[in-house]
């Protein structure tokens, strides 16, 4: 009987990465649900299929009306996609939850130690936990910021740490993601289409809220303003309505009740920030932007942008206005750097970690590189500084041909890449053009970091909607899926 | 509120009026061309509405003759041409989408949609678009998106601001309708020849001011009551007097530092306007009259853009 509430035949996954059966969120391998998706599992088989892509139909047409979309670089003007929604969520119970979120807060308290470390005393490297030249010569070092001390020690305020589960049902970081994290906005959308299309499932689940998303965001960028400043102005500084992320640059401004500014609305005078504004120039005290280290001060850094504030790097210096996420916060989520996580949690922490990372090979190792080069079909290697799922080999599914472009540029420049075995992801059940069937998933949540460290329960779960594909980013074909966190151990029925 | 945010605010509601205007001249001429009467009439109406809207020359650029099908086609859904019906509600919807988390959701889901539906409407081959149904549809879509406007935001800056667009935009239009039609309107017009009926209905249902007329002056159409009608009755919504009225109060809610001059400007319009007399304005001559209030306009908005929307660079 329980069968019937898996997959339909043929639809089970069909090839696993490296020879082990990925894990599947919803069901067990005998086919039975797992106990907090036992509720939902039951309530899924029982809708009618029209009403299940009724209701699909009716979350697109809403995402195109609300505007949730994201501009599609290189494409005709105006040129705007839908991020694909599944009506299918992904369910985490209680306790491990629990775990993750102390695992999570752990991580970012190392990470932001060791940032403030680097920019101060660099007791990492004097110990020799972290090769100096892997921090000193890597270009998300930025020697502006050696020396200078942001409010609280904060650098990183918004982190996205990306979770991927392994075939045991072990959480692992896959990535950390500390300058400007995106998709939180998806996380509370799609929150908000599954309580609109499916209210039923939210009287027969506890599921924790993420509404409050921005209130907590907002008292975090208030706590970290300029010592003095009562009542600080926070602002959201984007890139304009043309960048892919822009809903949710305005998005969150609105929810915030903050200005969403771009360069050219704010300057600089005696070392402050000021806005234009229609009743003159306005005093700014933190800066939430959502622009790269690169684009913020043509005066520093790049000197063709046209995004950014001239001036803003010496206010910023004088420690008059607040940048969050802090720049030079690239240093510590560098592939490079990802590998001395752990060893940053003991260092910082003096505590063991709690959810590890995913084995890596670092390529500038000669031991490392050989035995890299001999499984290169076998393995992901991803370009250090690569992001987006772009410069990156997946061995098992790459061309022979592929896979030697690769190899020679692993031995022309071994220090840009890293290498880690292949995943397989954790599954979740997904409606695809052939009914219900498993794709692979990970989680960003978000952790927020001020006075102190929290997190809104869940995060956004991304998901590789093509069969067999391991890469979930947006612009790369994968979608989101609807992430709650159960209140109570499992639903009684 | 920002300079940036109140700029885009300001054009976001001057492009969904214009595209209110436009239909409400295509719509007229439109119903104008399914009546039994000469072509001549039409096309001329057609030639002196393009001209007064400076849509002559572009229209020229893409076709030979002024054939009305083709004006309609070219006024409400030519792609290319900047100034189309349909460009109006693509730039609307850009300017509120660049700042649509200072606009109430409704106002924000109502101007995409707006344009989602436009652009599908107009995806289909030109020759197979009811362009009735098509102006209609945009004229219910602009009085949807004001009372959104009306009914949902705060009655802070960004709303004075969008109703300065509005108000700015209206009355560029109405001068401009009064200009095609200025040869009629002129005070020998009263005495000599009866002009064209087909003409005032034009002018007046673009206005909506047909039933209107009716109503306050239960008589004949004469050129005298029809321009007392448009340029100086206070209760009038498509009046000069009213615009002028609405942009002045809109301006003082918003004043600044620097705006003083301009305030002063908008409220020697509006005072102008609120004790004019007919029989002055026509003594003058109702062209010169109109271009003059045409080049205020226009002075005013360049004023309201460097006093609050795109201030001067900071020294």
Redesign the interface.
């Known amino acids: 009987m329980m069968e019937s509430l898996a997959y339909p035949a043929g639809e089970s996954l069909k090839e696993a990465p490296v020879g082990a059966t990925p894990y599947d969120e919803m069901y067990l391998k005998e086919g039975a649900g797992r106990a907090h998706y036992l509720r939902y599992a039951q309530w899924l088989e029982d809708q009618p299929a029209e009403r299940l892509a009724q209701k699909r139909a009716e979350a697109d047409a809403l995402f195109?009306?609300?505007?949730i979309t994201f501009a599609v670089y290189g494409q005709e003007e105006?040129a705007e996609r839908l991020i694909p929604f599944d009506i299918v969520p992904r369910v985490l119970p209680r306790e491990e939850w629990i775990r993750l979120e102390a695992g999570l807060k752990q991580r970012v308290r190392a990470l932001n130690a060791f940032i403030h470390d680097i920019y101060h005393d660099q007791q990492i490297l004097k110990a020799g936990v972290i090769p100096a030249e892997q921090v000193l010569c890597n270009s998300q070092y930025r020697p502006e910021m050696q020396g200078v001390d942001v409010p609280g020690g904060i650098y990183a305020h918004i982190a996205g740490i990306d979770i991927v589960r392994d075939t045991s049902g072990e959480f692992k970081v896959l990535e950390d993601n500390l300058r400007v994290p995106s998709g939180v906005s998806y996380m509370l959308e799609n929150r908000k289409m599954m309580m609109r299309l499916f209210p039923e499932l939210f009287s027969a689940h506890r599921v924790a809220p993420v509404e409050h998303y921005p209130d907590v965001l907002l008292d975090n960028l208030r706590s970290v303003a300029p010592t003095g400043v009562a009542d600080p102005t926070v602002v959201l500084l984007t890139a304009?309505?043309h960048n892919s992320a822009?809903f949710e640059h305005?998005?969150l401004?609105?929810q915030m009740g903050i200005?969403?500014?771009?360069g050219?609305?704010l300057?600089v005078?005696d070392e402050a920030v000021?806005?234009?504004?229609?009743?003159?120039?306005q005093r700014v005290d933190v800066i939430y932007r959502r622009i790269d280290d690169d684009f913020m001060d043509p005066l520093v850094f790049r000197p063709d942008s046209m995004l950014g504030v001239p001036g803003l790097l010496t206010a910023y210096r004088a420690g008059h206005i607040t940048i969050a996420n802090a720049i030079g916060t690239g240093v510590a989520d560098d592939k490079s750097i990802y590998p001395y996580v752990p060893e940053m949690i003991r260092f910082y922490l003096g505590q063991s970690p709690i959810i590890g990372n995913v084995h890596t090979w670092m390529l500038r190792k000669l031991e490392d590189r050989d035995y890299v080069l001999a499984h290169l079909p076998e393995l992901v290697v991803k370009e250090v500084h690569g992001a987006g799922g772009y410069g990156m080999l997946i061995g098992p599914a790459a061309t022979k041909r592929e896979i030697e472009d690769f190899r020679r540029q692993i031995i022309a420049t071994p220090e840009r890449y890293i290498a880690q075995p292949t995943l397989a992801l954790s599954t979740c059940p997904t409606f695809a053009e052939s009914g219900l069937a498993p794709r692979h998933i990970d989680l960003r949540p978000f952790v927020l970091s001020g006075s102190e460290v929290s997190i809104v329960p869940g995060g956004l779960t991304r998901v590789a909607l093509v069969e067999g594909s391991l890469v979930v980013n947006s612009s790369q074909g994968g979608g989101t899926k609807d992430t709650w966190v159960l209140e109570t151990p499992e639903p009684v029925s | 509120m920002l300079s940036r945010t109140a700029d885009h605010l300001y054009w976001m509601s001057r492009y969904v009026e214009r595209a209110e205007s436009l239909a409400r001249l295509v719509d007229a001429h439109y119903k104008m061309s399914l009546l039994p009467h000469s072509p001549e009439t039409l096309a001329e109406s057609l030639c002196a509405t393009m001209k007064a809207l400076h849509m002559e020359q572009p229209y020229k650029e893409r076709h030979a003759s002024i054939e009305p099908r083709a004006v309609f086609e070219f006024v409400s859904l030519d792609r290319d041409y900047s100034g189309s019906i349909y460009s109006c509600l693509r730039r609307a919807r850009e300017n509120a989408r660049a700042v649509r988390g200072s606009l109430t959701s409704e106002l924000w889901e109502t101007l995409n949609s707006t344009w989602l539906d436009a652009r599908s409407q107009v995806a289909r081959r030109a020759s197979q678009i009811d362009i009735g149904q098509f102006v209609e549809w945009v004229k219910e879509r602009s009085h949807l998106t004001r009372g959104v406007t009306i009914g949902t935001m705060m009655r802070d800056e960004a709303f004075h601001f969008t109703r300065i667009g509005t108000f700015l935009e209206r009355a560029d239009s109405t001068a401009r309708i009064l200009t095609a039609h200025q040869g009629d309107l002129e005070p020998g017009a009263d005495a000599g020849v009866v002009p064209d009926p087909y003409q005032w209905s034009v002018l007046l249902r673009a206005l909506s001011a047909f039933e209107v007329y009716r109503r306050v002056y239960r008589d004949v159409i004469t050129p005298s009551r029809v321009a007392q009608l448009l340029i100086l009755r206070d209760d009038m919504p498509r009046s000069l007097l009213r615009c002028c009225k609405e942009v002045y109060g809109n301006l003082r809610s918003v004043a600044n530092e620097q705006s003083a001059e301009t305030e002063r400007r908008a409220g020697e319009m509006h005072a102008m306007l609120h004790f004019a007399r007919m029989e002055e304005i026509t003594a003058g001559g109702l062209p010169q009259f109109l271009k003059q209030f045409l080049d205020k306009l226009q002075d005013l908005g360049s004023r309201i853009a460097s006093d609050f929307l795109v201030p001067p660079a900071e020294a």
Not at chain 1, 64 to 67: A, E, I, L, W, Y
Not at chain 1, 274 to 281: A, E, L, N, S
């Open positions: 195109h009306r609300v505007g105006g304009g309505a822009y305005a998005f401004a609105q200005e969403l500014v771009e050219q609305d300057f005078r000021f806005m234009r504004t229609t009743q003159g120039p």
